[in-house]
């Protein structure tokens, strides 16, 4: 099977591409600066492909899944979904934007008769919290509400902050009798045990409010994660300047920095690092 991986200079593209070159899958790196991504197809030893997300159309030949990791993704997606379904070729990425979930879930018709998957959010968005909601609910049937949470390490890669700006102006989510609804960010909090103690821990619009009513058909979630009190009072009382995100100049000024100052967890933080996973 050949896998091409878009964003593959990215911090977490780049990673996985390792990690798929040592499991020796067949891999083309893949990415719209050529410098970098050669650069990458270099060290590791594999084809590497140079093209903008628009021309995905051109660019899929040989290929039988393409795993996209260029994100914010409401911003790549699209064409790549549209070329996968026009080639038969299978798409993941590793979102965790519900315009995305929401728009590919609305493409599940198309993708069976093309005889692909569209499988959005393979990251840890969402896919260990979305097996705690698979597992919860083969031992709860008939649950109609679902919670759920985690407690990660801190820092997170530039793109990661990227893509919570992008969204950021949209407010808080969670899904009531079945519908998404927008309500404040941090609105909620609650003490939550993840197995290693009692710890504060904020309400958020994490992916699973979209994907884990088509996992479990339950009506009514939430997600939570951990958060020290004082962060969460600094988010509330942020919360009247977050509608300055949605001036596009603000957010991309901000987004610039925020890749500039996030550099993503070190390999020692990734070796070390525990996250923890309720529900
Ligand atoms: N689900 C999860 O568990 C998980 C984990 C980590 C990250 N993520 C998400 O994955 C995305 C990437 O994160 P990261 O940490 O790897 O970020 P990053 O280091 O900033 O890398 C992003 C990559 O995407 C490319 N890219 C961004 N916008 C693009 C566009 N419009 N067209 C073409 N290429 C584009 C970048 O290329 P340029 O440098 O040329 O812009 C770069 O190669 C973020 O949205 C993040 O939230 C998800």
């Not at 140079?50 to 699209?78: H, M, S």
């Not at 379904?85 to 599940?108: C, K, M, N, Q």
């Not at 079945?178 to 197995?195: A, H, N, Q, W, Y």
């Amino acid at each position: 099977m050949t896998l091409l991986l878009y964003g593959a200079y990215g911090y977490t593209g780049e990673l996985i591409a390792r990690e798929a070159v040592d499991r020796d899958l067949d891999v083309i790196v893949a990415g719209r600066n050529g410098t970098k991504t050669r650069g990458v197809g270099i060290q590791l030893g594999t084809e590497s492909r140079v093209f903008p997300a628009e021309d995905a159309a051109d660019n899929l030949g040989g290929v039988d899944a393409a795993l996209n990791c260029a994100g914010p993704f409401v911003e790549t997606y699209e064409p790549f979904v549209e070329a996968c379904l026009e080639s038969g070729t299978h798409y993941l990425d590793i979102t965790g934007e519900f315009p995305v979930f929401d728009a590919l879930a609305e493409r599940d018709r198309e993708a069976e008769k093309a005889g692909v998957c569209l499988l959005p959010g393979a990251g840890f968005d969402v896919v260990p919290t979305d097996c705690t909601a698979g597992h919860l609910h083969d031992r709860l049937q008939g649950a109609t509400h679902l919670r759920l949470g985690f407690e990660a390490p801190t820092s997170v890669s530039g793109g990661t902050v990227a893509s919570a700006i992008e969204h950021a102006s949209a407010g808080g989510k969670v899904r009531r009798d079945g519908v998404v609804e927008e309500v404040p960010l941090s609105g909620e909090s609650r003490t939550i045990d993840f197995g290693n103690g009692p710890k504060h821990a904020v309400r958020i619009p994490w992916g699973d409010v979209s994907t884990a009513y088509y996992t479990t058909g339950i009506e009514n979630v939430e997600v939570y994660t951990a958060m020290p009190e004082l962060a969460a009072r600094a988010m509330e009382v942020s919360q009247p300047v977050s509608t300055l995100l949605s001036v596009e100049p603000v957010k991309r000024g901000l987004q610039a920095l925020g890749r500039q100052l996030a550099a993503g967890p070190s390999e020692t933080e990734r070796e070390r690092g525990r996250t923890y996973v309720w529900g």
